[in-house]
Each structure stands twice: as structure tokens, then as C-alpha cells.
């Protein structure tokens, strides 16, 4: 099981750790370094950034959202970050979810998830693989652009650059069994959003029949603590966050998941309260037992132990999220 560095997004502001984290991530030997973006800092930006300040680490987007840009446009991005990076680009993508394509996006929510998800990776990999010029006739990505408002001048065009890999991964965030399923089938690798090593089957059976070389990279926050309750805290807040407010009362893809993970009657607690402006409530209210299973953390021992359960599954890569070099150090030691 290989080990990735999980930067995410960006708060108020940038943070001037990130080049020095994934500098020594990449000193020692984890395999990759992600960035993220929600309505704020863009995934790619950054990537760029620290594979000017990198040498031998992959670099992964976790993940770049489909409404943001036209499929050509992430190919664009995405190949030309691999020339510039000498062929270490790694793209994750994901549809995310009502409130952010709407309310942010200004672009409607397709009505298929999963057939927008499927033209969507068919433009990029035929940009990619430019043996041609980009052409489909999609319900939502359409090349040329044939719409009843169209000028009827849009011609098939292939990329004046050459990709520098026809082969560059292409890794999906995926929560629904259907979703995983079609992951599986289209993309080179899935990026669960909660992972939790005793419970794989919520996923459905997709898992139990991957292709050979098929990544699967869930993220995790990884602390080394004396006490595991305060190493839960930070885990409880990110879960607050998106259990309670990424997402509408009645569509949160999130709360679905928690749901199907056995903590229906608490994902829909952490909602009600969170939504009614009760957020630390909303926080307390997410079980430690919930927050313990998706992530690590705890003394050295303890992660040592639970870290087995881990490299058991399917799982390839642990994307950790810490900002703790202690924490990236002692893990890099035990996953030797």
C-alpha cells in the first residue's frame, strides 16, 4: 500500500506549509501528493506549484470538479501539468453535488449523474489519446457543440499538443454502489470519500472483481496522539461540515453514505442541527465510533494495529490528510 500526502483545499488563504509538506513527503518516499478545490482555490493552481518544487513524487487532483470546466478544458490542464511535471500528472475528478453545481457553478445538475460522468471521462481520454478529433454525441458533453442555439460552424478538433501519455490515470470520486460500479468500469482508479476497512460490501459487490492495476485511494486524517479523543476532533469537524452542510436537507450525497454505513438515525441528527445554525452541536453529535473507523489515529501502536486492516482491502494508496510532520513521518515508518 502505497502513501499519498492529501493537501486539500484552501482556507482563508493559502498556506505556506503546503510546498514544505510535500517536500518532505516526497523525502520520505510517499508516492504522491493531491490537491483539491471547492469554492475557493482551484485544484490545479496548486499542483503546479509543487511540482516546480518536486522532483520524483506523482501529483494527483482529489478532485477537480467536472461543472467547473468543459472536458477539454481538465484535458487541456491536465496534460499540460504532466509535460511540465515530466509525466507525473494523476487526474481525479468528481461531479460533486446540487448545492455546489447550482449554487456556485450556475450550471443545472444533470439529471443522469452517471451518464454525465461517462461522456465526461470519454472527451478526456479521446483528448488524451489524440488519435483523433474529439467527437461525441453526448446527452450533456457534445462534440461539436450542435444545440439549438448553435452557428453550425464548431468542427471536430484533436489537441495541437501532444499529450505526453496517451495512458495519463484518470481516478473518479465515487459514493454510490452505482457510481463505483461504473468507476470501475471507466476510470483507473476510485477515490472513496469515507473509507472504513470493516465495512467494504456498503460499496457494493463492484469491488470484488477490479481490474488488474485498478487504484483505489481513499482519504483518511492520520494523527499520532497521546489522546484518541482529541485526535477524533478534528475528524468530527470535517464530518459536522459534510454530513451537515455540503450539501441540501434532501439531497446530501454525503448523509446518504454515512446512512448506508449504519448511521442513518446520526447523519440525519448532525443535518437537522447543523442546518438550524447549531453547528458545535452538530459536531458533538457525530459518534466517535463513526469518526474512529475512517481514520487513524492515536498512539503509534494503536496505528500500527489498525493500519494492518487497511493494507488488507483492496485500498492501494492511503491519501493522508495531516499537516503534521510527526504524524507523516511515523507513518512512512510503519507502512515500510
Same mark, same amino acid.
Given at each position: ?15 505556506? &506549509?503546503?510546498?514544505? %509538506? ?8 510517499? @508516492? ?9 482555490? &482551484? ?56 448545492? #455546489? ?19 465526461? $471521462?470519454?472527451? $478526456? ?31 471536430? %478538433? ?5 499529450? %505526453? ?6 481516478? %473518479? ?6 457510481? #463505483? ?39 483518511? /486524517? ?36 454515512? +446512512? ?10 448532525? /443535518? ?9 452541536? +452538530? ?7 463513526? +469518526? @474512529? ?21 483492496? #485500498? ?7 499537516? &503534521? ?6 507513518? +512512512?515508518?510503519?507502512?515500510?
Amino acid at each position: 500500500m502505497r502513501l499519498g500526502l492529501a493537501l486539500g483545499y484552501w482556507g482563508r488563504g493559502p498556506s505556506p &506549509d503546503h510546498i514544505p %509538506l510535500a517536500q518532505e513527503a516526497e523525502r520520505l518516499g510517499y @508516492d504522491s501528493v493531491w490537491t483539491a478545490e471547492s469554492w475557493g482555490s &482551484d485544484a490545479f493552481t496548486p499542483l503546479a506549484w509543487i511540482a516546480a518544487h518536486t522532483s520524483t513524487v506523482k501529483l494527483g487532483t482529489a478532485v477537480a470538479q467536472m461543472a467547473a470546466r468543459p472536458p477539454t478544458t481538465t484535458a487541456m490542464q491536465a496534460l499540460t501539468l504532466d509535460h511540465l511535471s515530466g509525466g507525473r500528472m494523476m487526474l481525479g475528478l468528481g461531479l460533486s453535488g446540487p448545492q #455546489v453545481v447550482e449554487g456556485w457553478y450556475g450550471r443545472p445538475f444533470p439529471k443522469s449523474p452517471l451518464t454525465a460522468t461517462r461522456e465526461y $471521462v470519454d472527451v $478526456v481520454r479521446q483528448v488524451l489519446r489524440r488519435e483523433a478529433p474529439v467527437e461525441l454525441a453526448g446527452r450533456f458533453h457534445s462534440h461539436p457543440y450542435r444545440g439549438s442555439d448553435a452557428t453550425g460552424l464548431g468542427k471536430p %478538433l484533436k489537441p495541437i499538443t501532444h499529450p %505526453l501519455r496517451a495512458d495519463l490515470p484518470v481516478l %473518479l470520486g465515487a459514493e454510490g454502489p452505482k457510481n #463505483v460500479a461504473q468507476t470501475a468500469r471507466i476510470a483507473d482508479g476510485w477515490l472513496p470519500l469515507y473509507w472504513s476497512p470493516s465495512r467494504p460490501e456498503v460499496y457494493g459487490p463492484a469491488l470484488a472483481d477490479l481490474p488488474e492495476g485498478f487504484l483505489v485511494a481513499p482519504m483518511a /486524517q492520520i494523527r499520532v496522539c497521546d489522546d484518541v479523543a482529541e485526535g477524533l476532533l478534528p475528524v468530527k469537524m470535517m464530518l459536522g461540515f459534510y454530513i451537515g452542510g455540503m450539501g441540501h436537507a434532501a439531497r446530501n450525497f454525503h448523509a446518504d453514505l454515512m +446512512a448506508r454505513m449504519g448511521y442513518e438515525e446520526d447523519a440525519r441528527r448532525i /443535518q437537522d442541527l447543523f442546518l438550524s445554525g447549531r453547528r458545535d452541536e +452538530a459536531v458533538r453529535a457525530v459518534p466517535d465510533a463513526f +469518526a @474512529d473507523e475512517i481514520s487513524l489515529v492515536g498512539p503509534r501502536e494503536r496505528i500500527a494495529e489498525r493500519l494492518e486492516s487497511w493494507r488488507e482491502g483492496p #485500498v492501494t494508496d492511503l491519501l493522508v490528510l495531516s499537516p &503534521d510532520r510527526h504524524t507523516l513521518r511515523v507513518l +512512512a515508518e510503519l507502512n515500510a
